[in-house]
């Protein structure tokens, strides 16, 4: 039920892209199909509901369309009964750094989300209940990132979800294989000789635990030679207090 599920959900996602182009759709499909983080997303109820999501970094907008589309076969009770409710987002913005990909998004997705072009280092993030950094963080250098956090940080809502998706660098020969790809996939995309800025789990973890975030780790690399590691950081109580003071 699980697999036949899936295969729906990610052939559902993806159709939309057709009318972006062969490009557009062969790379949904790749993506959605082999990155494990976008079921688990779903399987273990990360994005809370009724959120107003920031997806910073979201290439052609996947996120929003697996989401978008998760939502409405919930709706239609096709869903797997073992799996926490679907959310059903407020609204959903994403913020991307290459005008082409932007472009996709919006002729794959139309109005059904947003998507601006924007530099994560100085883009306006708004106020959201979510944030989602999937393999990004790691193309600007250390300083950056943890800017980049706190900006995150001053834009949630008390209590609001980072959900991060970083390389831990003391992953050993997975860490590293994870680079190839991952220089591979950005030159595709149309990006060139990407410096990489990498930590070692434990300093990802610290950095956000310095910034009043609850922390909770969880592999995501199923199926794959990665050493991806999802982090899925909740805004503490007294951090939303200092903010709101």
């Not at 072009?117 to 209940?129: E, R, T």
């Not at 943890?146 to 940080?153: A, E, F, G, H, S």
Request: aromatic share 8%.
């Amino acid at each position: 039920m699980t697999t036949q599920f899936i295969k729906k959900l990610i052939d559902t996602a993806t159709a939309p892209y057709r009318s972006a182009g062969r490009f557009a759709w062969h790379f949904a499909r790749g993506k959605l199909g082999g990155d494990p983080v976008f079921a688990g997303m779903l399987e273990h109820g990360l994005i809370p509901d009724n959120a107003r999501i920031l997806d910073i970094g979201c290439g052609q907008g996947l996120l929003a369309s697996w989401l978008l589309t998760a939502q409405a076969m919930h709706d239609k009770g096709l869903w797997p009964s073992g799996w926490p409710k679907a959310p059903n987002p407020a609204s959903i913005h994403g913020i991307e750094l290459m005008p082409r990909d932007v472009a996709r998004a919006q002729q794959a997705l139309g109005k059904a989300a947003r998507f601006t072009v924007g530099d994560m280092c100085k883009a306006d993030f708004g106020q959201v209940d979510a944030v989602v950094i999937l393999d990004v963080l790691h193309y600007v250098s250390i300083d950056a990132q943890n800017d980049v956090l706190r900006r995150v940080r001053d834009a949630l809502s008390p209590g609001g979800t980072l959900i991060l998706r970083v390389g831990d660098a003391s992953g050993g020969l997975p860490f590293w294989c994870s680079v190839w790809v991952d220089r591979v996939v950005t030159f595709v995309r149309g990006h060139r000789n990407a410096r990489m800025y990498c930590r070692p789990l434990t300093e990802w973890q610290a950095a956000l635990r310095a910034l009043g975030f609850d922390v909770k780790a969880m592999p995501m690399n199923k199926g794959t030679p990665f050493a991806n590691i999802l982090l899925v950081a909740k805004l503490g109580v007294e951090a939303s207090n200092r903010l709101a003071a």
